[in-house]
């Protein structure tokens, strides 16, 4: 351990000696202001960087990384954008990519509770009400062009996948691609990659983008030696993705596809394959100076199959939203959406051994007014009536203050619902929902120039949460099932810039989730720190990033801790003219340990799985104009 | 594998720190350098109604949410604005925006920078921002374009209602005029 912190510091002091010639050269406004108006407007300017703002109107300590970000510190999936982020800790096993933050830990119930909104469309399945962000996720990085974590609930806007939180991806425009881009990569463990996308903007105001990307992977090497200790059972992967998206006018059509296959290493019986996409159009337009309309209608599917048996669900439905300008900057937003989850299906040789259809009615909308010229209130609230189930409510009332600028402090209270999935629905006894009261406060500070902190605590009662495994054939034990919990926590993150463009955030979450007798809850790690830096290393073109994740000890399956682990991550990227290369050395310390995952009876084993060891990748691009 | 990953480790550093030492101060200026200069200019080429100031009375160049662009103009602090010597502070309420000439709303402006302007009245005060969210509200927003130059789109109609007189230059020089 002490080995492995020693080499990191190293690697950050070599890397900070290499950025100081370039801060040399800057000018300042009077060795400039004599020169010509006419000249300056033809004079370039350095951009500065910026501090990544939040897009999104929530009263929460949002997380945000940009599609600079996903380039400088080689990203290669989407879950390797949310283990950069603050607090959050990202598993895996065989198979599939697992969350883990802010009390919710537990990965026998997937990536669940947290939403994932890609151009806001929701993407979660029907079935399992889970997210997807490894190589089973819908979108390949390269589209992305921010994306945002909003802890806390979402479900006053969302409903009930966004019970703890959201994710929203908004990916790029044709336009921001400008032409014809292709690239390939390569990497350790057989990683093939290769992608074309098409994107441009048209005179007469047509977006269009287009892309196919397609992968090939001979899934992770353990990264300890001792492989007796972990799950030896590791498959090949590989998967297809479509994405296209136009906008014209007040219109925009957007879809995604995705297949990913498994291979497994004993028995090509247990050859799995993902299937997901999404088809959505949206139409917006002002009803007189003060009132905007957006209606979008969408579909959904997904399919998990392995050999005989096949699961998943189809969904589709509309949204109808009004926003509304009042009188000083006062804002009303009310919307209505009908949903109907038309099938939702486990299938054993064909044969349904469960089907379910549901439909959703919901309201909602929120009252965003001033209450004084510092002191701004938010109070929003959702009603979800689904099928034979009460109608449920989220309400949150935030109060948003900021005494000058570049001090914002945000206070919310909430409760949230989550109405069982109907997975969940088919293996458990109780289906009341699940119900979150939550508290947060929030403070933002701008310390001087282009220095940011951000700090919030928060506090989460949960009740009736519902998770629990298959302990053999017959039997479903469910873990924790209706006891209440209780999670506390702590958040800090420093942002930093330089002049010449260096950018340094460093986080720090604590967090704390208690059963009612006080017992700690699985796979969550008390501590979780996060750093990255990233600098230009020759003018705009070249880029170094350093990530380093450190995730402290956590319960296991087994009632036993494993221990925190430290991991680092270097990437040198750059660009030459219409090329664009990445190359990335991952957990360069090759630091050893185990992520937690499915426990699964038929395994027997220990739900641990070797984290990936150190391993390279190399991604090389050109953009055709 | 280990030997290949030092190796690989070892050469990237390596080359950064190179290209580093190589890297040159090029002729460019420094964005919010460059904002404040461009302030300094539509100062100098903007005619205020008279106020019957005394000369030694300073030009107020008044900055709301840009710290940045605020430091920058530090820099011009005492240089000359028609006769009167450019002063630069950084504003919190609508008491202290009386005393402005120009008023720079910067990217941290946000909500009470559109109900500064909202309250702002006819007050013959030249409004400028960067945030493309409040250009809509002022007479003058600065846009880096795709050729990474700064330009900067006129409202006249925003401009004359405060009795302000654009001369002919500005508007030459300007990317967009929009009249109404």
Known sequence: MECLIIRVISSV?????????????????????????????????????????????????????????????????????????????????????????????????????????????????????????????????????????????????????????VINVVTKKGGDIGGVSVSAESGSHGWRRKRVSYGQRFENGLDFLLSVSALETSGRTLSSENR?????????????????????RGWSLETGWLVRALKSPYDTVFDAEDRNGFLSLKHSADLGSSVRQTTHVYHGHYRYSL????????????????????????????????????????????????????????????????????????????????????ATVSPRLALIYSPRPGSVFKGSVGMANRQPTAAAESAFANTAPERLRSAELVWEQSLGVSTRMIAA????????????WWTDEETFESFENHRPLSAKGAELELEHLWDNGTRLKVSFAHQDTRTADSQTIINLPKNVIKLNLGSPVYGDNLRVGLGVRYVGRYLGWMETYDPGSLVADLTLSGEYGKWFGSLSVRNMANARYAELGYLAYYDGGTGRYGADGRNVWLQIGYTFK | MKRVAAVVLSLTLFASSALAMAANAAQRVPEFAMKAVYLYNFAQLTNWPPRGEASDEPFNVCVFGGDEVFHALEALEGRKVNGHPLHSLQIEDAVA?????????????????????????????LTVTDDPSLADSVAVSLVVTEGKRLAFDIKLGLAKGRNLALSSKLLRLANRVIVE
């Not at chain 1, 390797?80 to 599939?96: F, T």
């Not at chain 1, 498959?235 to 998206?245: V, W």
């Open chain 1, 228 to 248: 007796e200790d972990f799950n030896p059972l590791f498959e090949r992967q590989g998967n297809r993705r479509l994405f296209m998206k136009s906008s014209y």
């Open chain 1, 307 to 390: 050999s005989s048996e096949s699961s998943g669900g189809d969904w589709w439905g509309v949204d109808n939203k009004l926003v509304i300008n009042l009188a000083q900057r006062d804002t009303l937003v009310l919307g209505m959406e009908y949903r109907d989850d038309y099938q939702q299906i486990q299938e054993i040789d064909g044969l349904r051994v469960f089907e379910m259809d549901r439909q959703t009615v919901s309201l909602y909308g929120y009252y965003d007014f001033s209450l004084a010229d510092d002191l701004q209130a938010t109070f929003g609230a959702r009603v979800d009536s689904r099928g034979d189930h009460a």
């Open chain 2, 97 to 125: 925006v009386r005393q402005c000439h120009l008023l720079f709303l910067g990217e941290d402006a946000g909500r009470r920078g559109r109900r500064l302007l909202d309250g702002l009245g006819d007050a013959s005060i």
């Open chain 1, 457 to 468: 605590v928060y506090h989460y009662d949960l009740n009736n949460y519902n998770i629990g």
């Open chain 1, 13 to 165: 002091v070599l890397f900070l000696g290499i950025l100081q010639p370039v801060c040399a050269g800057m000018q300042v406004a009077s060795e400039i202001v004599d020169i010509p108006f006419e000249q300056l407007l033809q004079t370039e300017v350095i951009t500065a960087e910026r501090l990544s703002r939040q897009i999104s109107a929530a009263p929460s300590a949002v997380s945000v990384v940009t599609a600079q970000d996903i380039r400088t510190f080689g990203y290669r999936t989407l879950g390797d954008i949310l283990s950069s982020m603050r607090g959050l800790n990202v598993s895996h096993d065989e198979d599939y990519g697992f969350l883990t933050g802010r009390g919710f830990a537990n990965p026998n119930d997937y990536a669940g509770r947290i939403s994932l909104l890609i151009d806001g469309y929701l993407a979660p399945d029907n079935l399992w009400g889970q997210i997807y962000f490894e190589h089973d996720g819908l979108i390949d990085v390269e589209l992305i062009e921010r994306v945002e974590y909003i802890p806390g609930s979402g479900s006053t806007s969302y409903g009930d996948s966004a019970f703890l939180g």
